[in-house]
C-alpha cells in the first residue's frame, strides 16, 4: 500500500513501505510540522488583477501554504487573490506588505464559504483560521480578534483603563474626542513650535480642580474664548455664579457675585471708555432698555464733595452731571443747558456769581428732560440764587434740590 499525504504534505506511511528510509521520511515531516508550526515565508502577489493558488508539497518541506506566517509582498496594480485548496485546516499569520492600493483576497480555491480581505489601504497583520473540515465544500476563513490593530479597527474598544505608561497621545490637528454618540466633546488645535499649553490638576477634598497655563515661556495669560457674540459663563450651582480673584499666595481671595435668581436680573454693565484718574468713583452714566435686561454705562464720577466746581461762565454752556457752575450774567442773560441724558441722582449746582441773576436772567435749558416735572425752561432771576438740581426720572426729570 502506498504512501498518503496531508493536505500540508506530511507523509503518511504504509505498514511495510520504505523499508531503510523511514527515518529520512519521519525527518522531513517533522521538519514540515515545524515549518507548520513556525515557519515564515514571503510571497510576492506583484501584477495587475490576479488569482495566486499556494502551492503545496507532499513529502517535501518548502511548501508555501505549509508555513505558520505568510509575508504578502510585491507592487500591485489590481485587486489580489490568494487561494489554498479546501481540505487545508490551519491557523495562519498574514502580513499585508504589498505596495499600491488595492484589496488582497485570502480565501479557499472554491465554495462560497467566508473569506478575508485587506481593504486597500489596510497594511497590517492578521491571524485568520482556515476551517476545513468539517465542511470542505463550503470552508470558511476566520479572522481571529486580538487586542487588535487601531489603525485597522474602525471602532474600537478598550476592555478596560488607558495606561498611556509615561508616554503621550498624539491628536492631528482639529481632532480629538467624541462622546458615545459620536459628537465632538473636546478638539485640539495646533501651533507650530508650541512652547505654551493648558495643564488641568485634579483636587482631594475641600480643594478645587485647576486650569492652568504651563510651558518654556516665564509669564503666561490663560485665555478664554467665546464664539460670535457669545458669553463666558460662569454658572451657578448652590450659590449664584461667583467669581474670586485670590492673592498671590491664593490664601486670600475677593469675590464678585451674581443676584440671586429670587431677583431674576439680567442686566449688563459696560465698563467706562475713558482713562482711568484718580479721587473717582465708578457710576452708572446711562442705561439702554430697561428692567431686568438693562444695558448699563459705566463712568468715573469726581467723588470730592459730590461737586466739581468749574471755572466761572459768562456766556452759554452745556452743564455736566456732578459739577457745579459759577454764572455771570453781568454783560448778558444766557442759557445753561442740561445734559442730554440722565440718570437718577445726577447732581448740577449753579451760583449767581455776581448778583445779576435780577437783571439778567439765566435760562436752564432742559434739553427733552422735564424739570421740576414741567417740559419747560426754568428761568433765575433771583439775585445771588444759589441752588442744585438732581435728577430722579422721565416724570419729573430734574428736581430742585436746594429752594
Known amino acids: 500500500m502506498a504512501s498518503t499525504f496531508t493536505p500540508l504534505g506530511i507523509e503518511k506511511m504504509a505498514t511495510g513501505e520504505n523499508a531503510g528510509t523511514w527515518g529520512t521520511k519521519t525527518n522531513t515531516n517533522l521538519d514540515i510540522i515545524e515549518q507548520i508550526s513556525g515557519g515564515f515565508i514571503q510571497k510576492s502577489i506583484a501584477g495587475g488583477a490576479q488569482t495566486t493558488a499556494l502551492a503545496v508539497s507532499d513529502g517535501s518541506t518548502g511548501a508555501e501554504l505549509a508555513h505558520r506566517m505568510i509575508e504578502f509582498t510585491g507592487s500591485i496594480t489590481g485587486n489580489q487573490i490568494v487561494t489554498i485548496p479546501n481540505d487545508v485546516q490551519n491557523f495562519y499569520i ?89 459628537n465632538e466633546q473636546l478638539i485640539f488645535e495646533t501651533t507650530s513650535s508650541a512652547v505654551n499649553h493648558i495643564d488641568i490638576t485634579n483636587a482631594a477634598t475641600g480643594g478645587g480642580a485647576q486650569i492652568g497655563a504651563v510651558g518654556g515661556d516665564s509669564n503666561l495669560n490663560l485665555r478664554l474664548r467665546p464664539k460670535g457674540t457669545g458669553n463666558i459663563e460662569v454658572l451657578g450651582a448652590d450659590n449664584p455664579g461667583e467669581i474670586q480673584l485670590n492673592c498671590e499666595q491664593n490664601s486670600h481671595g475677593i469675590k464678585l457675585r451674581s443676584p440671586a435668581h ?27 432698555g430697561s428692567g431686568t435686561t438693562g444695558v448699563g454705562q459705566l463712568s468715573f464720577a469726581e467723588v470730592s464733595g459730590g461737586t ?41 449746582s449753579f451760583i449767581d456769581y455776581a448778583g445779576t441773576f435780577d437783571t439778567n436772567n439765566l435760562t436752564i435749558g432742559r434739553n427733552s428732560h422735564n424739570i421740576q416735572g414741567s417740559a419747560a425752561d426754568l428761568t433765575v432771576s433771583t439775585e445771588r440764587a444759589g441752588f442744585t438740581l438732581v435728577y430722579v426720572d422721565s416724570t419729573q426729570g430734574w428736581l430742585l434740590k436746594d429752594k
Request: charged content about 15%; glycine content about 10%.
Open 262 to 288: 429670587s431677583s431674576s436680573q439680567s442686566y449688563t454693565l459696560i465698563f467706562p471708555t475713558g482713562n482711568v484718574t484718580a479721587d473717582r468713583f465708578l457710576k452708572v452714566s446711562s442705561v439702554t
Open 94 to 182: 498574514l502580513k499585508n506588505s504589498t505596495s499600491g492600493a488595492y484589496t488582497v483576497q485570502f480565501k479557499y480555491a472554491t465554495g462560497t464559504g467566508d473569506s478575508f480581505t485587506y481593504s486597500a489601504t489596510t497594511k497590517t497583520t492578521k491571524i485568520i483560521f482556515a476551517s476545513g473540515n468539517p465542511d470542505t465544500t463550503n470552508p470558511n476563513m476566520i479572522e481571529i480578534q486580538t487586542g487588535g490593530d487601531v489603525v485597522d479597527d474602525t471602532s474600537p474598544q478598550l476592555g478596560g483603563n488607558l495606561d498611556t505608561n509615561s508616554f503621550m497621545i498624539d491628536f492631528d490637528d482639529a481632532h480629538g474626542i467624541r462622546d458615545e454618540n459620536g
Open 308 to 348: 466739581s466746581w468749574q471755572a466761572v461762565k459768562t456766556s452759554g454752556f452745556t452743564a455736566v452731571a456732578g459739577e457745579g457752575y459759577f454764572c455771570n450774567t453781568t454783560s448778558a442773560a444766557f442759557t445753561a443747558t442740561l445734559p442730554g441724558s440722565a440718570s437718577i441722582g445726577d447732581e448740577i
